[in-house]
């Protein structure tokens, strides 16, 4: 495991990163020129997601189709530090980086068994009313699980 110190509001946390989640790349996740297309990194990330948060309590059906709240993406970002290709192996570390009042923002890095870094993504979730996307804040039971494995210091 991996650690993550964060601050959020005012108050220093430490976040133990799970155990790495273990892929292969597709062939039909590559471009002509035989790497992985850039917007299939986020493809890649969510894979990861759907993974990561039954490991810390939050079922599929939960987060994906609640019937109060929907969590769409308000922002996203990547660095791409070398190419991934198909038939590649590779593990993604997943973290909850930081919450606000009504979002979550996670962390990714895409790396080979060695440790080696394919990418870093970041993508923020907004959570929502469904009726009508206004902004709400995080259920609490949701907050207590996205932050299990924080600590303060």
Same mark, same amino acid.
């Given at each position: ?6 601050? #959020? ?23 002509? /020129? ?15 997601? /759907? ?53 979550? /923002?996670?962390?990714?890095?895409l790396q080979d068994y060695g440790g080696g870094v394919f990418a870093r993504l970041k993508t923020v979730h907004v959570f929502v009313r469904r009726d009508d996307l206004g902004k709400v804040?995080?259920?609490?039971? #949701?907050?207590?699980?996205?932050? #299990? ?5």
């Amino acid at each position: 495991m991996a650690e993550l110190t964060l601050l #959020v509001n005012g108050v220093v946390f430490s976040l133990m990163m799970t155990k790495p989640l273990l892929f292969t790349v597709a062939f039909d996740e590559a471009d002509r /020129e035989g790497i992985v297309f850039f917007g299939n990194y986020f493809r890649l990330a969510h894979r990861a997601l /759907e993974q990561f948060l039954p490991t810390i309590g939050i079922s599929w059906p939960e987060w994906f189709t609640n019937s109060e709240w929907g969590v769409p993406l308000r922002h996203v970002e990547a660095d791409y530090v070398r190419p991934l290709r198909p038939g590649d192996e590779y593990q993604v570390q997943i973290a909850v980086e930081r919450m606000t009042t009504s979002s979550v /923002e996670f962390s990714y890095v895409l790396q080979d068994y060695g440790g080696g870094v394919f990418a870093r993504l970041k993508t923020v979730h907004v959570f929502v009313r469904r009726d009508d996307l206004g902004k709400v804040e995080i259920p609490r039971a #949701v907050r207590e699980r996205l932050t #299990v494995g924080m600590t303060s210091r």
